[in-house]
């Protein structure tokens, strides 16, 4: 089992910067979750692959509306997932969520198909 706590939502206008951070817990030594993405969903739309990071060699992908503004990584000393988020738009708004897979194909596709997932944290962005 993977336990995912999100952290670091909140309220900014458009143009500034938020860097939400996720605690990873449980089976990292099983490669559980060698696989770590950023997902976003926004009401009344579908969830939406943002980034996704291979912790084995540390390979991030990026949805092509993110490229440039925002950056996943990793601290592998604690345990923690971050995604910095610079230059917000108000199409940013949404919930993200931390999530966890073994599979490599998953890092590749960002498809929303992730085995663990955490409880989600609000990002607003207002023009």
């Known amino acids: 089992q993977v336990q995912l706590v999100e952290s670091g939502g909140g309220s900014v206008q458009a143009g500034g910067s938020l860097r939400l951070s996720c605690a990873v817990s449980?089976?990292?030594?099983?490669?559980?979750?060698?696989?770590l993405g950023w997902f976003r969903q926004a009401p009344g739309k579908e969830r939406e692959g943002v980034a996704t990071i291979y912790t084995r060699t540390g390979s991030t992908y990026y949805t092509d509306s993110v490229k440039g503004r925002f950056t996943i990584s990793q601290d592998n000393a604690e345990n923690i997932l971050y995604l910095q988020m610079n230059s917000l738009k108000p199409e940013d708004t949404a919930m993200y969520y931390c999530a966890a897979d073994k599979s490599v194909i998953r890092c590749l596709t960002r498809r929303p198909d992730f085995g663990y997932w955490g409880q989600g944290t609000q990002v607003t962005v207002s023009s």
């Open positions: 449980g089976s990292r030594n099983t490669d559980s979750s060698a696989c």
